[in-house]
């Protein structure tokens, strides 16, 4: 599934900073109500319930969807109350309740039929809220979760406070799903609970039961903990001695659905979805680590969807998540700290060169990015020529339509794993040396993959094309013909800087081992940073990787201001220098381990491997340092260098050549 419209898919249910405490819950929810309003849950629900008739079904109780459901899959509790609360955040927001929520249930069903399985798991439960609040005239939602600490169902989400508890309070715009554990009197647990709650005086709940949605439901609060943490487990017990079943109910998970005004969510806090979305990159980082999917991207890419991980760069209009580039960077650095394979899991990577394209296949491609079921390599550099465009072979010729492609690429990444192929060739009408890119099926009749294995970034397969008169149509050209150098400066201007910040996050988190190396490896009766010759590195590149940094953020917001231009110097040189930086700091990391840095008992040695990868991939260090040179000194030193000084190619002192547009020929991919 992916989206289209301007609902940012679960994106935006992890902007708050307030996960599990009341007090900055309450101070979001303040400035909400300043900018916009909207119902109180209460009042959203008494109208469901008293605008619920047989002429006009518009509540859909756990008991018409049973029967749909597995026999041993605990009944449609979930389904019932997450379509309840669809329409209570339709009516909260003023919208018409949706007239026929059984026709939407089959069709969820149709969608998601892993649902019919029943016990559907938390982020299960958020795909299925996400997906029911897709069609609301692109209205934002934000959607989150919160569970006891001792919850099984959210070993790695966020857990409420042991001594605050969980936030229990209602507000307008907000519906809240409260899932509770049933356990009998003899121990037996029975399976969870949903239910959707109205209002919350003073401990006292008011809900409603997708079991029985018209009837009206109450739950006393009581907490039980330690006197360290009082509010550790929440127990709801129904009032004066009523359910004489001798059962339990837990309360294990809240399900928060958040109705977004256009100006809170244009004005909310940047650094906080920030860090959110850094939180659920570790959440996935951890379930994926003792797996054999842990350095693939297309498994990152799948997973990491359900919260907006493949689109976070992407535009709103396709349901990206619209990060600005400043806001990238912080998340590729990131994802360069837990491993440099994940420098491709973040946004949509080679994929946003497919964003100002105007055909079908090219929208098409963009939403399956989006939905984390398209990934996209590309592929320049050929056998001969490198990157160099002036040396490219590689040719399109127009044929009945569309175009006939032929040539070879190699040392190309990606293309094993990816789904689409960004593909460069020499214009057709074009002048000479220009070039058109093309958007390719990895199995596009006519183009075959070629397998090389690199020493490093295993994460993705290494090899190349050929393809030989291989027809495609008009739809797959990006741009026109002869944009490919446009196309290609203004995506690599990005990408460039992008993998800067996922190699100083590499260096960075080398350091930090080191740092622990240093204070727990003993030698000669003492730790081993007694030695002060084992420090140096640790404050050398300590500060080169945090002035890298530092200059990565001024090129980013530069390129927001759309300061392209003054941010090419900027990108080309990082790209050098933060990853020469950041490949020291690994091998001194590596090295002050002894024997274990080249071992597996760490991942330094991987660090360094994958490193020595990136400082060739993207824009080899040396021709990055020429770019620069060029900028800052002029064209001449750039043109003795690439066409010598006798070369007949060489272009006169009138007639310079733009490092800019001669930067393809540093790019390797």
Not at 512 to 538: D, N, T, V
Not at 605 to 621: K, Q, S
């Amino acid at each position: 599934m992916y989206i289209r419209s301007s609902l940012c898919f679960i994106g935006l249910a992890l902007v708050s900073p307030a996960i599990g405490t009341p007090q900055g819950t309450q101070e979001a929810t303040t400035q909400l109500e300043q900018q916009c309003v909207f119902l109180e849950p209460g009042e959203a629900l008494d109208q469901i319930q008293q605008d619920h008739s047989e002429e006009s079904p518009i509540v859909v109780a756990q008991g018409e969807l049973d029967q749909l459901i597995d026999c041993k899959g605990g009944g449609a509790c979930p389904i019932s109350a997450a379509l309840i609360a669809s329409q209570g955040v339709r009516v909260m927001a003023g919208l018409p309740a949706d007239s026929h929520p059984h026709r939407t249930a089959l069709r969820v069903f149709q969608d998601k039929p892993e649902l019919l399985l029943g016990r559907i798991s938390n982020d299960r439960m958020v795909i299925l809220l996400a997906h029911l609040c897709v069609d609301m005239e692109e209205l934002p939602v934000a959607i989150s979760t919160v569970s006891a600490p001792n919850s099984p169902h959210a070993a790695l989400g966020p857990k409420w406070s042991e001594t605050n508890g969980p936030d229990l309070s209602t507000a307008p715009g907000e519906l809240k799903i409260l899932a509770y554990t049933v356990t009998t009197a003899d121990g037996t647990v029975r399976g969870r609970h949903f239910v959707l709650l109205k209002t919350n005086k003073d401990g006292r709940l008011s809900f409603i039961d997708p079991g029985k949605p018209l009837k009206k439901r109450i739950f006393d609060v009581a907490y039980r903990g330690v006197p360290s943490a009082t509010k550790r487990q929440v127990f709801f017990q129904v009032p004066n001695g009523l359910d004489k079943s001798g059962q339990t109910y837990e309360l294990n998970t809240i399900f928060s659905v958040r109705l977004l005004s256009e100006e809170s969510n244009e004005s909310r806090d940047s650094n906080s979805r920030v860090e959110s979305m850094k939180a659920k990159i570790d959440e996935l980082s951890a379930r994926l680590r003792n797996t054999d999917q842990f350095l693939s991207p297309v498994a990152w890419r799948k997973e990491g969807a359900w919260f907006g991980l493949p689109g976070v760069d992407l535009p709103a209009s396709i349901g990206g998540g619209e990060y600005s580039v400043t806001e990238a960077l912080e998340l590729f650095r990131h994802a360069g700290r837990i491993n440099l394979n994940l420098r491709d899991v973040v946004g949509g990577a080679h994929g946003r060169s497919l964003v100002k394209a105007s055909s079908s296949l090219a929208s098409d491609v963009l939403g399956k990015i989006v939905a984390g079921e398209a990934y996209i390599a590309v592929s320049i550099t050929e056998p001969m020529a490198g990157s160099n465009p002036k040396e490219m072979q590689s040719k399109a010729v127009r044929y009945e339509g569309g175009f006939k492609l032929t040539g070879k690429k190699l040392w190309n990444a990606r293309l094993r794993q990816a789904t689409h192929v960004v593909l460069y060739t020499l214009a057709a009408d074009a002048e000479k040396g220009e070039q058109s890119v093309f958007l390719i099926p990895i199995d596009h009749p006519g183009l075959k993959v070629i397998d090389r294995y690199a020493h490093g970034l295993t994460g993705n397969s290494f090899g190349g094309l050929e393809f030989e008169e291989m027809f495609v149509s008009r739809d797959h050209l990006l741009g026109e013909d002869g944009q490919g150098g446009k196309i290609f400066t203004e995506h690599f201007q990005y990408w460039r800087l992008m993998q800067a910040a996922a190699a100083i996050g590499c260096g960075e988190a080398a350091l930090e081992q080191m740092a622990e190396r240093l204070k727990s490896r003993e030698a000669f009766g003492a730790p081993i940073g007694r030695f002060s010759h084992l420090q140096q590195p640790l404050g050398e590149y300590h500060t080169k990787l945090r002035m890298a940094m530092a200059l990565a953020r001024e090129a980013a917001k530069l390129i927001d201001e759309g300061q392209y231009e003054a941010a090419t110097p900027l990108v080309n040189g990082l790209k050098a220098e933060g990853v020469e930086i950041a490949l020291s700091a690994c091998d001194a990391a590596m090295r002050a381990h002894g024997a274990m840095g080249y071992s597996r008992d760490v991942d330094l040695g991987d660090r360094v491997r994958d490193l020595m990868g990136l400082r060739i991939a993207d824009g080899t260090t040396d021709v990055m340092r020429m770019s620069v040179v060029s900028k800052a000194y002029g064209s001449d030193l750039w043109t003795m260098s690439v066409y010598g000084v006798r070369s007949p190619m060489r272009k006169t002192q009138s007639e310079p050549i733009s490092p800019v547009k001669a930067s393809p020929a540093a790019s390797n991919d």
